[in-house]
């Protein structure tokens, strides 16, 4: 299977404790985002990074957060002290460069936050 | 901003069309409509998009008004399997963040 996957699909972790995320993108896609998604709401955007730069950061992404992509691959989201709030499914997507005027995303399984 | 409204939920019987409507009246010029679904416990998945004339893939169509400011996506023979939460969403080529808003829950009873 060459497409996006992330790991864990499933955490659960007590309020305080710091988690992290992976994302492994489709070879080739330069294009990486992370989303966050709560029960019966659609995806929010978090963050994108084109190769290893971070150029878009929502105002969810509080100073407890933050992602990373040190080689212009993969991808870490981190939570820092996590709060019963922070409870989601975390969505990372990849996008090859675009050409002509086809962009869409490819989204991952997710991995399912549960905090305690 | 949301930029699109659909109904909260549908019902479709097996092997008949699913027509799923999408208003977008504030779209732009260099807007496109693009159409992801959601099965349950999985990420998106993209279906079709299109700017202004009508398109067809081998999951679905897409018929654009001639004013742009609403859509419909066509199932043409729909299966238990498309049973999800349809998203239509509007994106200029080159933006980053994509507005799912809340989606159209389609049911797909046998």
């Known amino acids: 299977d060459t497409g996006v996957s992330q790991d864990p699909r499933h955490k659960i972790t007590k309020r305080g404790q710091n988690v992290t995320f992976r994302c492994d993108p489709i070879?080739?896609?330069?294009?990486l985002y992370w989303y966050r998604q709560t029960l019966g709401q659609g995806p929010e955007f978090l963050t994108y990074?084109?190769?290893?730069?971070?150029?878009?950061k929502s105002r969810l992404l509080s100073d407890r957060f933050s992602a990373e992509r040190p080689k212009g691959s993969f991808s870490t989201l981190e939570i820092q002290r996590t709060e019963q709030g922070d409870s989601a499914m975390y969505l990372c997507?990849?996008?090859?460069?675009?050409?002509?005027?086809?962009?869409?995303?490819?989204f991952g399984p997710g991995t399912r936050l549960t905090v305690l | 901003d949301a930029k699109t409204t659909q109904p909260p939920s549908m019902d479709c019987a097996e092997g008949r069309a699913a027509n799923l409507p999408c208003n977008h009246s504030?779209?732009?010029?260099?807007?496109?409509v693009y159409w992801y679904r959601q099965i349950h416990s999985q990420g998106p998945q993209y279906i079709i998009h299109?700017?202004?004339n009508n398109e067809t893939n081998e999951m679905a169509s897409l018929i654009i008004t001639e004013d742009r400011k609403s859509s419909t996506l066509i199932l043409p023979h729909a299966t238990l399997r498309d049973t999800a939460v349809y998203y239509c969403?509007?994106?200029?080529?080159?933006?980053?963040?994509?507005?799912f808003g809340t989606g159209t829950r389609l049911t797909v009873i046998p």
């Open positions: 997507a990849s996008s090859p460069p675009i050409v002509g005027v086809v962009d869409t995303q490819y």
């Open positions: 070879s080739e896609h330069n294009r």
């Open positions: 990074f084109q190769n290893e730069a971070q150029l878009e």
């Open positions: 504030t779209i732009s010029g260099n807007e496109y």
């Open positions: 299109g700017l202004k």
């Open positions: 969403i509007v994106n200029r080529t080159g933006a980053n963040n994509l507005f």
